[in-house]
């Protein structure tokens, strides 16, 4: 393909080839960033995200009931350590492909260079230092393996990077979803679901992941076509590598927000409790991570020239914090009311000791959540060392507070609830942080969070209530954890309606008249 692109002087915006398609956005390298486009992309997005969602309960459903806790132990440390090193073989720089207001062939080409070089930096270490993190979680052999086998994905992923933003700088989120769904259904459904019958064990678990990680790297350049070299040089490196700095610190200190738990739990406490643990964890953080990675994505690229006009990244900035805290704060404060329901219903009776850690989890992936929504605005509107700076302070308060509390109370959901504390600092620290830079009130953003706070209390007490008077007749299983989804849907669905309605600012009130109002049929 032509190279013209690589003369730094003429900017250019990448082809990104779909199929026979060629999209392009501006003359100047700009991607269109339109209501409409960005509707649209996240659109596309969350029906890829449903599809992801269903793939991947199903598969964890039935290799969770073959495997049980211990095996999901083991996995644990794999994932987390992977999990870890993916974002630190990313470098950060991978968002400036979307982020950068005109982008060159030079600039994906050492962008893409840079990453793959770290990726198969970081799956080396892995596979040499695996045995020094092993002695230091007291792991046997197998999950040592475990690890090295695994560290394949950090060059994969890294491989991936390019393509996928590319992509994202398009808005093209129908390619970039089907990608992502062939990795899921053939890493999960054809591969990982059939070995955990066939009694492979937590080694199904590692094929899956890694066949996920293999065939989300060939569909996305077999479909996007990045027209790419190798090249370690750039005329703005500088620039780059500042943010991509900033950018990975920001990564690594949102993991040990994520995960800083987990890997305390790894250390201290017998690896069936960390599996219960991570079991319990995942499953509310898959939820919450399908979701943020679809609207943080659209988010981030919707609104990635919008610092020239405060005014909109201030009513957007005020627009996030009023979903986060009417809708996605109640959901997930409602799930905390299921109690051990919650993994029993899905994963079956050998789940029985994760009831009481339910609650803190899904209260602490409520205030996650709702940070997730916010802090996009900061990396696409400049601010990205202003956001690793408040991520590095959480993290390192929250690891601070969840190592204490393990250490005195030897008690993995008091660990839970330490977490669950940080978690809601972190979501005060940065919402507060981002009104001072625009200079909104804090006292409007204490309404919307105490808004949010009051009701989902009401609607959690509201959902153990339901629990109770179901368990009363004598419902169990997959039949009482049906009736308790209805229940938190109907009852978030009508928190979030009155909140709406006489909401403080009415922010998600104007957004929900103007779609009712294209979706009327004209005359």
Known sequence: ??????????????????????????????????????????????????????????????????????????????????????????????????????????????????????????????????????????????????????????????????????????????????????????????????????????????????????????????????????????????????????????????????????????????????GIYNAASNLLSTLITQILSTLQSVIFSATARSSEDPAVVTKTYLTLLEAGCFLMMPLFVCIGGFDDALLQGI???????????????????????????????LWSNGQIDKESRLQLLSASLMMVVVAGTAALSHDVVATAWAACAGLWARLILISYSIAQWLGVSPKRVALFIGCGVSASGLAQGLVIQARQSLESRDMTGAALLAGLILVAILVTMLVCSVLTLIGPEGHLRHIAIRISTRARPSK
């Open 1 to 274: 393909g032509s190279r013209q692109g690589l003369r730094p002087t003429r900017p250019v915006h990448p082809r990104v080839h779909c199929g026979n398609v060629s999209r392009s956005g501006d003359p100047h390298g700009r991607p269109i960033r339109t209501v409409s486009s960005a509707l649209q992309a996240a659109a596309w997005g969350y029906a890829g995200t449903i599809g992801k969602l269903l793939i991947q309960f199903g598969a964890q459903i039935v290799i969770a009931r073959i495997l049980g806790p211990d095996d999901y132990g083991q996995f644990a440390i794999g994932a987390l350590t992977i999990s870890l090193s993916s974002y630190i073989a990313e470098a950060g720089i991978g968002s400036a492909i979307v982020q950068r207001k005109n982008l060159d062939a030079q600039t994906i080409n050492f962008i893409f260079s840079l990453q793959a070089l770290i990726g198969l930096f970081m799956s080396l270490l892995i596979w040499i230092g695996a045995g020094l993190l092993g002695h230091y979680l007291d792991s046997d052999p197998q999950a040592i393996l475990v690890v090295q086998i695994m560290g394949l994905a950090c060059v994969l992923n890294a491989a991936a990077s390019t393509p996928n933003n590319l992509l994202r700088r398009a808005l093209d989120y129908k390619h970039l979803q089907f990608c992502q769904l062939a990795g899921f259904s053939t890493g999960y459904l054809a591969i990982g679901v059939p070995l955990a019958v066939a009694g492979c064990g937590i080694w199904s678990l590692v094929a899956a992941w890694l066949v996920q990680s293999s065939v989300g790297l060939l569909t996305v350049w077999a479909i996007a076509k990045p027209d790419v070299q190798f090249l370690f040089n750039h005329p703005d490196r500088t620039t780059i590598l500042r943010f991509g700095k900033h950018a990975t610190l920001s990564n690594i200190a949102n993991w040990g927000n994520g995960n800083g738990d987990k890997l305390v739990i790894a250390h201290g406490f017998p690896i069936a409790q960390l």
């Open 347 to 377: 994963y079956g009776p050998q789940w029985t000791d994760s009831g009481a850690l339910i609650t803190p989890l899904a209260t602490g992936i409520a205030a996650y959540g709702v940070t997730g929504l916010l802090t996009p605005l």
